[in-house]
């Protein structure tokens, strides 16, 4: 069965830093393709922050371009995702979602909070 774990959330005041995890467990390495890092904020639309394949390219949403930073531990089952210079706008609970084959996989979220 394969399982998606997030750490690394918390309370932060703003122009503070985070790291988030994910570690996938019960997954084959080499069949992961591209794993992505959403965030949903209390009566908002689940956004995509970030996105890097398989080669190591990355993408980003508009608002986060600049301050995070996706990388990966391909060898691990895990993705990171460097969160600095936070705003209280950046206050979600963040998913992390794997590709791996036909098959999508989520965690179950870590809450971010950024405030004075």
């Known amino acids: 069965q394969v399982q998606l774990v997030e750490s690394g959330g918390g309370l932060v005041q703003p122009g503070g830093s985070l790291r988030l995890s994910c570690a996938a467990s019960?997954?084959?390495?080499?069949?992961?393709?591209?794993m992505y890092w959403y965030r949903q904020a209390a009566g908002k639309q689940r956004e995509l922050v970030a996105v890097?394949?398989?080669?190591?390219?990355?993408n980003y949403g508009d608002s986060v371009k600049g301050r995070f930073t996706v990388s990966r531990a391909s060898a691990k089952n895990t993705v990171y995702l460097q969160m600095n210079s936070l705003k209280p706008e950046d206050t979600a609970v963040y998913y992390c979602?794997?590709?791996?084959?036909?098959?999508?996989?989520w965690g179950q979220g870590t809450q971010v909070t950024v405030s004075s």
């Open positions: 890097i394949t398989r080669s190591g390219s990355t």
């Open positions: 979602r794997f590709n791996a084959g036909l098959s999508d996989y």
């Open positions: 019960g997954i084959i390495i080499f069949s992961i393709n591209t």
